[in-house]
């Protein structure tokens, strides 16, 4: 099984539910976002876990 290198880019951004960090692909898909608030708790040992919410890719779940 080959190896096969994939580059996401960060961004900060805020919504009306509060900031959320948005993961991008290289051509500017949103690929998956986390709520900062949950994140900082999670990192602070105040939760356990933290969801990380993705968008599906539609044309590779219809080929397979």
Do not use: C, H, P, T
């Not at 509060?18 to 602070?44: C, M, N, P, T």
């Amino acid at each position: 099984m080959s190896e096969e290198e994939v580059r996401l880019y960060l961004r900060k951004g805020k919504s009306a539910n509060g900031e959320y960090l948005y993961f991008f692909s290289r051509s500017g898909k949103l690929v998956f976002y986390i709520d900062i608030k949950r994140l900082k708790q999670l990192l602070a040992g105040e939760r356990d876990w933290v969801s990380i919410v993705g968008k599906k890719n539609r044309k590779a779940e219809e080929s397979n």
